[in-house]
């Protein structure tokens, strides 16, 4: 098997860019698309769009996020990229990328990647160590920077009754009561009354508790929503009470791969049901559309699920009531190129970084 190769995508490519991501190894993520692009330029990062091509046939593709960092040099950063499922693909997408780096962009110091790898002892060792190890490449693992890292996803490649039954007892239940109550769910457009209304239950979360929210600044939350919305692939879900929404959702489809993105409600207002017939209309919604898996984004890992601590602890009884259990990923691997300036990085690029970060842009962090 020739070798893979690394370059910058061409205008052509460049304009069918979604369509590239859809078809890659891992499937479509909307981290890689360029509705998220968009959305990081705005918050200093420099997008790049990456190829990577074996026999000049496309193998996968990658957003590459640039950041210079003062007396430092240049960071990359590929979200839930290279984009590729086995050890084995993420050494060559590796390798290429470092070659590619080293060739047309001298001043980067590090590449952080972050491959969506399920998580085992057999790929971490995989990595480590032998013919695929990232270790020649100065490779050092670290916890992943997505919110996703640990997730709960549901296959909803199969029909209503298949479906439902995939569901936790409780959780059918709980949606049946729903329709027999009536409630209904209606799509909501992606307009500023919109926006206030899904700020507004976002922030009732878990109670409302501030400091276990987490949440992006008002300001990059409707720029992610207005890209993804007017390109055809996000869109606002609501359930509402006396005119106004109690329960919303927002939701993300990039080809077979469907993502519960943002999600609140205002408990007194809720009756049960509500938030499960939600999302059981959301995964028909999204398998109608061509979707094979709904991604809820975010949970404990397994070993952390009872852990009262863990920031997604509350969500996680309600998710886990859909997909049944945890999806785990492998995590992230910061590939060196320079470790003088590496060293400098960690010890005070990256706090410097994101202290910049939040004071101009009033945004939770850099990645």
């Known amino acids: ?43 200093g990062w420099t997008p790049r769009h990456v190829v990577f091509t074996r026999d000049e046939r496309i193998v996968s593709v990658a957003l590459v996020l640039e950041r210079r ?7 990359w950063y590929l979200p839930h990229g290279p984009a590729v499922t086995s050890p084995e693909e993420t050494h060559a997408h590796a390798a290429a990328l470092t070659t590619f780096a080293r060739a047309g962009a001298r001043r ?37 920077l997505q919110g996703n890292t640990s997730t709960a996803i549901v296959d909803i490649d199969r029909d209503d009754d298949a479906l439902m039954a995939s569901f936790h007892k409780k959780c059918r239940n709980m949606i049946r009561r729903a329709e027999r109550d009536g ?4 799509e909501m457009p992606a307009t500023p009354d919109t926006f206030t209304h899904m700020h507004r239950l976002m922030r009732l979360v878990g109670g409302g508790n501030k400091q276990d929210l987490n949440l992006r600044s008002e300001d990059y939350a409707e720029r992610f929503w207005r890209g993804f919305s007017s390109r055809g692939q ?14 919303m959702a927002y939701t993300i ?3 077979d791969r469907a993502f519960y993105k943002d999600g609140g409600s205002e408990r ?6 509500m938030s499960n017939l939600m999302q059981w209309h959301l995964m028909r919604q999204a398998r109608d559309a061509g979707a094979k898996t709904y991604d809820m984004l975010g949970v404990p890992p397994k070993d952390r699920l009872d852990d009262p601590d863990h920031p997604n602890h509350s969500l996680a009884p309600f998710k886990l009531s859909f997909a049944r259990e945890v999806t785990e990923y492998i995590g992230a691997y910061d590939l060196v190129l320079r470790p003088s300036a590496f060293r400098r990085w960690q010890r005070y690029g990256l706090p410097i970084a994101q202290r910049l970060h939040r004071r101009r842009y009033r945004d939770l962090g850099l990645f």
Do not use: C
């Open 268 to 273: 007194p207002r809720v009756t049960p049901g």
């Open 234 to 247: 996000g869109s606002f879900a609501a359930i509402e009470v006396d005119g106004t929404p109690a329960v």
């Open 253 to 255: 489809r990039i080809g």
């Open 108 to 144: 980067v110091f590090a590449i952080t990647i972050e491959p969506p790898i399920e998580h085992s002892s057999e790929h971490r060792d995989a990595l480590a160590r032998g013919p695929y190890s990232l270790a020649p490449m100065d490779a050092r693992w670290r916890e992943g």
């Open 183 to 186: 409630i209904r769910v209606v």
């Open 69 to 75: 960092i003062a007396t430092v040099g240049t960071y």
């Open 1 to 43: 098997m020739s070798s893979l190769q690394a370059r910058a995508a061409t205008a052509d490519e460049r304009r069918r860019w979604d369509e590239l991501v859809a078809a890659n190894p891992a499937g479509g993520d909307f981290v890689l698309a360029e509705a998220f692009a968009d959305t990081k330029a705005a918050v």
